[in-house]
C-alpha cells in the first residue's frame, strides 16, 4: 500500500502525529491483467498493479511501445531490423546502437563466461540439424565438423569509443538468447515509470520478471508433463527477480523416431541430451536468460560452478537420467508446502470407475492474425460435463477482467457461482518458451472434488470468447470406454482443436 498525502508538521504535536503513516489514508493496489498471443513468436502476460486502471493501462501502453521498438532493433526474423540489416552490411564497422552495442557485447561476455556454450553462431548448427531433420537423417561427421569450425571463430568485434559493430565471419548469428531478456527488463522499467504504477509482472513465453511492490508466485512445469494444468515440479515466490527456464521439450526435432532438442552445444555441434530442463532466478533478466540457456549445454558440475559465480543466482535442474540438482538457497524461494486437504469420499456405485491409466488431452491453437502481430488472448474456459449436462470438472479459465466472464454463457451458468464463492488469483507458469497461441490441457478422470468419476460418457466443453471478436462454443463427446481421437472443426478464434482419450503419457 502507498501513502500518498502527508500533512505538514511542526504547528502542534496533535498535528504532528496525525500526519505520520499510520494516521493517513492509504489506498490498496489492485492487479490489472493482461495476455496477448504472437508477442516477440510466443505468448505474453502482463499483471500490473497500479491504483486504479487508468495508469495500468498507460503503464501496459507503455511496456508494449518498448518492446515494439526493440524487437525493431533486435529481431533475426525480421529483415528491416536493424541487426537484420548489420548483418547484411557486409565486414566493416557499422555505428549501432545502444541497445545493439550493449546485446551484442552481453553475448561476447556470456559466451566468455560459458567456456563456448553460449554463442551467438550457435545457429549455424541449429540450421544444420534443422536441414537434415527434413531428410530424416541426422547429419554428418563431415558437416558437423564443418560447422563447428564456423562457430569457432570470432565473428564481430566491437570499439566502445567508436561504439561500432564490425562482422568478421559470414556465418548466421542470432541473438535469441539475450533479446528477449533485455526486452523484457527495458519493458518492466518503462512500465514501472508510469505514475499510479507500484508493481509489475511480465511472462513472456515463460520466462518472468517480477518487479516493484509485488510478489508472485510461479509455478515451474514439468517438462515431461506439458500441459497447462499439469502439476508443477515447483511451486515458489519471487520478489524482484527474474526467473527463466530453458529446455528439450517444447521446440525439437524428430529424425528416425528420436527427439532431438533445439538447444546446440556449439562446441560439440550436437544437440543438448543430459539436461532436460533448467530454471534459474537472478537479479538480473540478462543473467537469467542466459544462465537457463547454458545449463542445458553445460554439464551439471559446470553449470552449477557457472551459477555460483553470479551473485544471488539460484537454480533447479532436472537431467535425463532422474536426478533434480538444486542450488543452496533454492529452497528458500519454494513456498510452503500446501496442507492436504480431506476429500469427501466418493459416493459407492455399481459402475465401473475411470481407468487411472488413462486421460483426455485436449491440444488448442488459438487464432493468430494472418499477417503476424499481436492479438488479445481471448477468454477461454474448458470444463466437462456428464450424460445428463451436469458439469463434472472445470479443467481450465483464462481470463483477465471478471466483469466480462458473462460473455462466456455457458461456462457462466455453469461454473460462476463457483467462481465466485472461491479464491481465484492468477499465479504464473515459468516453461520453456512456447510457440505463439498453443496449448495443451488435459483431464484426469476426477470430479471437481478429486473423486475418480464412473466409466461412461463424457462431454467436453471448450468456450472461447473475444472483445470485439467472435464467441464459440465447442462440444465433443468421448466414451471413456476405449481410445478415440477427435479433430474438432477450426473457427474464427480456434486455428486447430484436436481431443483424445488416451493412455496416461510418461510424465503423469
Not at 529483415?79 to 546485446?103: C, D, H, I, M, N
Not at 463424457?458 to 470406454?481: C, D, F, P, W
Amino acid at each position: 500500500m502507498n501513502v500518498f498525502q502527508r500533512r505538514i508538521a511542526g504547528l502542534s504535536l496533535v498535528l504532528a502525529t496525525l500526519s505520520t503513516p499510520a494516521f493517513l489514508p492509504h489506498r490498496t493496489s489492485k492487479l490489472y491483467v493482461s495476455d496477448y498471443e504472437n508477442v516477440l513468436g510466443t505468448s505474453f502476460e502482463m499483471k500490473v498493479a497500479a491504483d486504479a486502471a487508468q495508469p495500468a493501462a498507460r503503464a501496459e501502453t507503455a511496456a508494449l511501445h518498448e518492446v515494439d521498438c526493440l524487437n525493431k532493433i533486435l529481431s533475426g526474423y525480421d529483415a528491416s531490423s536493424e541487426f537484420s540489416r548489420w548483418l547484411r552490411a557486409g565486414q566493416k564497422p557499422v555505428a549501432v546502437s545502444t541497445e545493439l552495442y550493449e546485446v551484442l557485447a552481453l553475448f561476447e561476455q556470456w559466451r566468455v563466461k560459458s567456456d563456448g556454450a553460449l554463442d551467438a553462431s550457435a545457429e549455424t548448427v541449429g540450421q544444420l540439424w534443422r536441414s537434415a531433420a527434413k531428410q530424416n537423417r541426422q547429419p554428418s561427421e563431415a558437416e558437423i565438423a564443418a560447422a563447428v569450425a564456423a562457430v569457432h571463430q570470432q565473428h564481430y568485434i566491437l570499439n566502445a569509443k567508436n561504439h561500432t559493430a564490425q562482422r568478421l565471419s559470414s556465418a548466421p548469428l542470432v541473438l535469441n538468447s539475450f533479446a528477449k531478456s533485455y526486452i523484457m527488463n527495458k519493458a518492466a522499467d518503462a512500465a514501472l515509470a508510469t505514475p499510479g504504477v507500484n508493481g509489475v509482472v511480465l511472462n513472456i513465453g515463460g520466462d518472468i520478471l517480477v518487479r516493484g511492490q509485488h510478489s508472485e508466485q510461479i509455478n515451474v512445469s514439468n517438462p515431461r508433463a506439458d500441459a497447462e494444468n499439469d502439476l508443477p515440479v515447483a511451486q515458489l515466490q519471487v520478489s524482484d527477480k527474474t526467473i527463466a527456464t530453458s529446455g528439450d521439450y517444447r521446440r525439437g526435432e524428430f529424425i528416425g523416431g528420436h527427439w532431438y532438442s533445439h538447444i546446440i552445444d556449439p562446441r560439440t555441434g550436437r544437440p543438448a541430451s543430459e539436461v532436460i530442463s533448467a530454471t534459474v532466478v537472478a537479479d538480473k533478466a540478462t543473467d537469467a536468460g542466459a544462465l537457463a540457456t547454458a545449463l542445458n549445454v553445460l554439464p551439471p558440475a559446470e553449470g552449477q560452478a557457472l551459477v555460483a559465480a553470479v551473485p544471488g543466482a539460484e537454480f533447479m535442474l532436472l537431467t535425463a537420467d532422474g536426478q533434480r540438482l538444486e542450488s543452496a538457497g533454492w529452497k528458500k524461494l519454494e513456498r510452503p508446502a500446501t496442507p492436504a486437504v480431506t476429500k469427501a469420499p466418493a459416493m459407492p456405485t455399481k459402475d465401473k470407475p475411470w481407468d487411472p491409466n488413462y486421460e483426455v488431452a485436449l491440444s488448442l491453437e488459438l487464432a493468430t492474425p494472418t499477417g503476424g502481430g499481436r492479438v488479445h488472448r481471448p477468454f477461454v474456459a474448458v470444463w466437462v460435463v456428464d450424460s445428463k449436462k451436469k458439469p463434472v470438472r472445470q479443467i481450465a479459465l483464462w481470463y483477465n477482467k471478471p466483469r466480462w466472464l458473462h460473455d462466456m454463457s455457458a461456462w457462466y451458468a455453469a461454473y460462476n457461482d463457483q467462481f465466485a464463492a472461491g479464491n481465484n488469483s492468477i499465479s504464473s507458469t515459468t516453461s520453456a518458451t512456447r510457440p505463439a497461441g498453443k496449448y495443451t490441457l488435459k483431464w484426469d478422470g476426477k470430479d471437481d472434488q478429486g473423486n475418480p468419476v464412473p466409466q461412461g460418457t463424457y462431454t467436453l466443453m471448450v468456450e472461447v470468447a473475444r472483445e470485439h471478436g467472435t464467441h464459440q462454443l465447442m462440444k465433443q463427446e468421448i466414451n471413456s470406454k476405449k481410445p478415440q481421437h477427435f479433430d474438432l472443426p477450426a473457427n474464427e478464434e480456434v486455428a486447430s482443436a484436436a481431443v483424445d482419450y488416451r493412455k496416461k503419457t510418461d510424465g503423469q
